[in-house]
């Protein structure tokens, strides 16, 4: 039997965490599911992990402090063991109930990812309004054929991860980027439901941050193994505008013209091959740092304080197992 993993950031959810846990284990256990759950607590300011102490079974992973949803998200799908990671968020708008039906969608369609597609929200008019928008730029950007990213309901299959790390708002990409690693994405509806405890976190931030992360991800599929070709390129259109510019300046003395008089062409001509020549060497530059970056280990954006495993602190030689390097634990 496949085991599986249930993976949830939570933050500030002192109102949903206990519902949300019973709610997942009698649906594995009815399921008759091989499960562990992960609560990841980000950095909470009210009772959330006092409340996910008290609870079993269940594995916390607690930071000093905010570090966002993506960190949450990667710390807890590192530190899974099961076969399949399913992702969802905490405040209990994602039906646990749609477990197994994911679980058998991916196995019956042989996928690698099944994202989850929120077709009847239950959310205010301004998230759905910024989710369409994003939804829409997403498919002219990244194009990775799903409708509804932004659904923290998600199952991977555990391979999906060997060597992914998460930065900024990049939880909701995650298709995006395994597909242009080539593992194979699907989406099914899932039920929504409105929030009944505690308040949303999506904000207007998040959405410009996510915008940004979206042109990360594009210019990653496209151009990370080769970035000396976007600036390069770019720089030898300089130049060749530069070429241009030149030439009217040349045309300009020939005629018998005083420069200083005429001095636009001969300052653009000089601007812009400063400028192509500058962007040619910064292709060269980036050229070089993906080759460092392929070669090296990366680091983590984030801190854990402190990892429990049914309410017990888990030792510290046990750390490594987790992210493969002591953690600095709270003392």
């Known amino acids: 039997m496949k085991k599986v993993s249930v993976v949830v950031p939570v933050y500030n959810e002192e109102g949903n965490v206990k519902e949300l846990h019973k709610e997942i284990v009698d649906t594995c256990e009815k399921a008759g599911l091989d499960y562990e759950i992960i609560f990841v607590d980000d950095g909470s300011g009210d009772k959330t992990a006092e409340i996910c102490k008290s609870l079993c079974p269940l594995k916390l992973i607690c930071f000093r402090r905010n570090f966002g949803q993506t960190a949450a998200m990667?710390?807890?799908?590192?530190?899974?063991?099961?076969?399949?990671?399913?992702?969802?968020?905490?405040?209990?708008?994602?039906?646990?109930?749609?477990?197994?039906?994911?679980?058998?969608?991916?196995?019956?369609?042989?996928l690698d990812v099944v994202s989850g597609w929120r077709k009847n929200r239950k959310d205010t008019f301004f998230k759905k309004f910024t989710s369409r928008v994003a939804n829409l730029l997403r498919s002219i950007i990244v194009k990775d054929g799903i409708h509804d990213s932004g659904c923290s309901l998600k199952i991977y299959r555990r391979e999906c991860f060997r060597g992914v790390n998460l930065y900024g708002e990049q939880h909701r990409f995650i298709p995006a980027l395994l597909k242009i690693k080539g593992f194979r994405v699907g989406e099914m509806v899932v039920n929504h439901r409105p929030r009944t405890a505690g308040v949303t976190k999506y904000n207007w931030h998040r959405a410009v941050k996510g915008f940004v992360d979206m042109i990360s991800v594009w210019f990653w599929d496209k151009y990370a193994a080769r970035p000396l070709h976007i600036f390069g390129g770019l720089g030898m259109i300089f130049m060749g505008i530069g070429g241009i510019c030149g030439i009217m300046t040349i045309r300009l003395f020939l005629m018998g013209l005083k420069l200083n008089r005429n001095i636009m062409w001969p300052v653009m001509t000089i601007f812009f091959v400063i400028i192509g020549l500058m962007m040619f060497v910064f292709g060269l530059m980036s050229e070089i740092m993906m080759k460092t970056y392929y070669g090296v280990h990366v680091d983590m954006p984030y801190n854990i304080r402190y990892i429990t495993m049914d309410g017990e602190d888990i030792t510290e030689e046990a750390l490594p197992d987790i992210k493969g390097r002591h953690l600095i634990r709270n003392q």
């Open 74 to 110: 990667d710390a807890g799908i590192k530190a899974a063991k099961g076969d399949y990671i399913i992702t969802m968020d905490g405040d209990l708008q994602n039906d646990p109930a749609e477990i197994p039906a994911l679980i058998k969608y991916l196995e019956e369609n042989d």
